[in-house]
């Protein structure tokens, strides 16, 4: 949401420092990364946990909250997996969800400060306005990122605490051959 600055139409508006003098773009891009290992977690746990050599072919492409809630069904209905090994799979899968969440509120909404703390705006052709927007500190930022962090890494202990670490790596060889296919 935006409102209309302060500022008279012939001015132009409070100038933004560029991503190079915002330490906020650096973490933002640790986010990202750590979302990508969190992706590629979820597909080894969606391999795992269907089971089948053609597991990697369906977890493709798919997006993370896809990834999330088809391995939370499956996990739900393994009846052969053990209680706890489903409730930390559960878990972890839930962890991933909030993660993902909080990574999907920094990468679209709207960010409403400046690294400096002033409020942000909007430079058009007769006027800046000021957005409303949620304050994204660097350090805000980075809680983000070890969040995504954490919900990986527990997954994959979920992951592997339930089928070994041999099926763990079952998983990641269908993806890497899948691909290895995908690229030709």
């Known amino acids: 949401m935006t409102q209309r600055a302060a500022s008279p139409p012939d001015e132009p508006g409070p100038r933004q420092p560029g991503p190079e003098a915002d330490s906020r773009y650096a973490a933002l891009g640790q986010v990202v990364e750590a979302a990508a290992v969190m992706e590629i977690a979820l597909r080894i746990a969606f391999c795992a946990l269907i089971g089948s050599d053609h597991a990697a072919v369906v977890a493709g492409g798919q997006e993370t909250h896809w990834l999330i809630e088809n391995c939370d069904i499956i996990a739900r209905h393994r009846a052969d997996l053990a209680v706890t090994h489903r409730g930390a799979i559960r878990a972890a899968l ?91």
């Open 94 to 184: 839930q962890a991933c969800r909030d993660a993902n969440r909080d990574r999907n509120r920094l990468v679209h909404d709207a960010w409403g400060t400046g690294p400096d703390g002033t409020p942000a705006a909007l430079v058009g052709g007769q006027g800046s306005y000021v957005i409303t927007g949620r304050t994204w500190t660097t350090a805000a930022i980075c809680a983000a990122r070890d969040a995504i962090i954490g919900a990986q890494r527990a997954l994959l202990a979920a992951i592997e605490e339930a089928f070994g670490t041999a099926g763990v790596r079952i998983a990641a060889q269908q993806l890497a051959a899948d691909i290895a296919e995908r690229d030709r």
